[in-house]
C-alpha cells in the first residue's frame, strides 16, 4: 500500500480539524456502517458522545492524508472503554468494541495494528485484561492478536 496509514484517536483528529468536523463524522459513520445498524446522527449529538466515550476510553482511527484532502477517508476504527474494577485491587478491565476495517482495505493487518494500540492502552491504564466480543467467523484475527476464547457471550436488545 503506497499510502501511509496514520493512526489517532479520534477527538485528537477533530480538535486538529475541528473546521472539518461533518466529513470526519460523515467518514467515520459510513466506516462504521460496514460493521452494523448505523443511523444517521447529526454532529452535535456525534460529538457529545465521541466524549462521552472518550472520558471513558478513546476511539483510535486509521486514516488516510488528513481531512483538509480530497483523498482523506477513515478506513478503520477500534474503540475501548476503561471499566473500574472493585475487584483485582481495583485494577480496571478494557472492553474492545466496534473493530471495523473498510471493506477495501480488509488484508493488510490494519485490524492487528489497532488491536496492538488498543492493548497498550489498556496496559497504560492499569488494565488486568482486556475483553470483546466477536463472531465465530473472524475470531481467528483476534487470536492471532494474543486473545483467547473464553466463555459465553450474553445479549439482550431493547428496541
Known amino acids: ?32 456502517s460496514e460493521l452494523s445498524i448505523t443511523s444517521y ?14 472520558d471513558m476510553g478513546c476511539i483510535l482511527v486509521a486514516y488516510l492524508e488528513n481531512p483538509l484532502s480530497d483523498k482523506f477517508d477513515i478506513i478503520a476504527s477500534g474503540t475501548i472503554i476503561i471499566e473500574p474494577k472493585l ?4 485494577k480496571n478491565v478494557g472492553h474492545i468494541e466496534d ?4 471493506n477495501t482495505y480488509r488484508g493488510y493487518h490494519i485490524s492487528s495494528d489497532i488491536l496492538a494500540l488498543l492493548k497498550n492502552i489498556a496496559r497504560d491504564k492499569d ?21 483467547e476464547e473464553e466463555g ?3 445479549a439482550k436488545y431493547f428496541d
Not at 87 to 90: C, D, M
Not at 99 to 102: A, G, T
Not at 134 to 146: A, D, L, M
Open 127 to 147: 488494565c488486568y485484561k482486556i475483553i470483546l466480543d466477536c463472531n465465530e467467523e473472524i475470531k481467528n484475527v483476534y487470536i492471532k492478536s494474543g486473545f
Open 87 to 90: 475487584i483485582r485491587e481495583g
Open 41 to 54: 446522527l447529526d454532529t452535535p449529538l456525534y460529538f457529545e458522545n465521541m466524549k462521552k466515550i472518550n
Open 1 to 32: 500500500m503506497a499510502t501511509t496509514i496514520k493512526f489517532l484517536n479520534l477527538m485528537d483528529l477533530i480538535n486538529k480539524y475541528s473546521s472539518k468536523i461533518d466529513i470526519i463524522k460523515d467518514k467515520h459513520l459510513n466506516l462504521l
Open 99 to 102: 473493530i471495523v476495517v473498510k
Open 152 to 154: 459465553i457471550q450474553m
